[in-house]
């Protein structure tokens, strides 16, 4: 899987809007899901591409493949660290069960799989 192949950007835009998230004046679009809504994009982009891991620190998802890190600030894949802010040795990849239950309280609240359907069938 080629790097371009997991995430166009056009991705970013049909996730902000089926998940109705808008830029502000100070934070575009991207950096509102990487900030918010991370998990929710981690795991609408393990839906579409299976293969790829699944990975959270205590303030942050992603997802890995091709041994690099993706978020919506990072579309075509880092080897940097994704977070400063927390303990990366508690970064850890987990099943999609496990990230569902992690992620049940997180701020943007539970993933929505009637919204995750959506823009699938849009992708
Ligand atoms: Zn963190």
Redo the contacts with the bound molecule.
């Keep these: 899987m080629t790097p371009r192949k997991l995430f166009r950007p056009k991705l970013i835009s049909l996730f902000a809007l089926t998940f109705g998230i808008e830029a502000t004046p100070t934070l575009s679009v991207a950096q509102r899901i990487n900030t918010g809504f991370c998990y929710h994009f981690a795991f609408a982009l393990k839906r579409l591409h299976p293969s790829v891991k699944l990975v959270s620190?205590?303030?942050?998802a992603w997802v890995e493949a091709n041994g690099l890190k993706y978020d919506s600030l990072n579309p075509k894949g880092t080897s940097n660290t994704?977070?400063?802010?927390?303990?990366?040795s508690?970064?850890k990849t987990m099943s999609q069960r496990n990230f569902v239950k992690r992620w049940a309280n997180g701020n943007s609240g539970p993933i929505s799989k009637a919204k995750l359907k959506v823009w699938i069938l849009n992708e």
């Excluded at 994704?82 to 990366?88: E, F, H, T």
């Design positions: 620190c205590n303030c942050h994704l977070c400063g802010r927390c303990d990366l508690a970064a």
